[in-house]
């Protein structure tokens, strides 16, 4: 079933007084499915974040659509925005973006504070997600007591409690070192597995290798895509640097480039040049 479907869309700002117009995206378009874990990446400047942006309903397009589990992001008013985010998606993103003045526990709960919950409620949820997590032992403890991992993970945790329809990650690797990454990715694997649906932005191919599906971005449009169909994650990390050096290979030349091979389900997709 589909939980998410972008339909054309397009993102142009003008700059101060109105000088010069950016196009940032051109006409973006793709669907993920509920439960699906998909990667978007792209270098800087390829309309990554304006896209992440619109997801979110942080920002809004010049033109197209956004459908987030049937409804049309545009429709959701100004006054209604916040709930419908609180509600419907959850985030994590690179600098964690914890209070510091804030327990861990109450860094977690707050999305759960703010939307009326129970406290037994609360509490039933805090246990189940900090276990899943591992991070039972660090709920008293404050955001600058614990480790860059840990504290993502309570991120994690805080993106989750709400029980979104679909956790938008921004670069979630990108602070931590190589074993917290690690750990912080079978985290997201795992919670795929029970069926949380995840949309990542990432620059990491080892952050990317971990997702069923990987989009990248170019110009501001959807590039080329790879599925990984029966690929171990080693197979698909070798597929997606094979991508990215072609596709930085083909933006230096000019060239047309084909598409790796044995990329399951990408038939006929092709890649698509500067528009």
Do not use: W
Not at 22 to 30: C, D, I, N, Y
Not at 122 to 145: H, N, Q, T
Not at 211 to 222: E, H, Q, S, T
């Amino acid at each position: 079933m589909e939980i998410l479907k972008v339909n054309d869309l397009k993102k142009t700002y003008t700059t101060r007084f109105g000088g010069n117009q950016v196009q940032a995206l051109k006409g973006v378009s793709f669907s993920v499915d509920a439960g699906e874990y998909v990667a978007i990446m792209g270098e800087s400047g390829s309309g990554k974040t304006t896209l992440l942006n619109i997801l979110a309903a942080l920002d809004k397009p010049t033109s197209g659509s956004v459908f987030l589990d049937g409804k049309q992001l545009s429709n959701v008013g100004e006054d209604e925005l916040a709930k419908f985010r609180r509600d419907n998606l959850g985030f994590v993103f690179q600098e964690f973006n914890l209070l510091d003045t804030f327990s861990i526990k109450d860094n977690i709960l707050l999305p759960l504070v703010l939307g009326g919950i129970g406290l037994n409620e609360m509490k039933k949820r805090l246990e189940k997600v900090a276990y899943e997590l591992g991070i039972s032992d660090i709920l008293s403890k404050f955001p600058y007591e614990v480790s860059g991992g840990q504290k993502q993970r309570a991120a994690a945790a805080r993106a989750l409690i709400t029980n979104p329809k679909l956790v938008l990650a921004d670069e979630p690797t990108g602070a931590l070192d190589s074993r917290s990454s690690s750990e912080l990715l079978r985290v997201f694997s795992n919670i795929n597995k029970q069926g949380q649906t995840i949309l990542m932005v990432t620059h990491s191919t080892d952050a990317a290798s971990n997702a069923d599906r990987v989009l990248f971005i170019r110009d501001g449009v959807v590039f080329h895509q790879i599925f990984r169909g029966d690929s171990t994650n080693e197979e698909l990390y070798k597929k997606i640097s094979d991508t990215l050096t072609m596709l930085r290979t083909a933006g230096d030349t000019g060239a047309s480039i084909k598409t790796p091979g044995n990329c399951a389900g990408n038939e006929g997709l092709g890649v698509r040049g500067q528009e």
